[in-house]
């Protein structure tokens, strides 16, 4: 299974969920884009896709307006992709300004 870590600005997002939001974004990381990841294919209600502007980093939905952005980093055990969530929230996390 594939193995992830988290930056800073992530923790902080985390926090900012609702109970009923942490729920859902848990539920839909180990149920649908976990397995996903370490198979290499996306089912297409995750909508994941690259940011625009923004090499290497990539989004994915996991509610009607809850999205989570992240990074492949190195991988830490062999044949097990290596995933580093960015940011997790509302669309919102796609406004520039102050997280």
Known sequence: MATFATTPRFKADLKRLSPEQFARFRKVVTEEFAPDVQDGAFRPGLRVKGVQGVPGVYEMTWAPDG????????????????????????HKIFDPGPP
């Open 67 to 90: 999205r989570a952005t992240w990074q492949y980093g190195p991988e830490l055990h062999p044949g097990r992709p290596h995933v580093i969530w960015r940011r997790v929230g509302t």
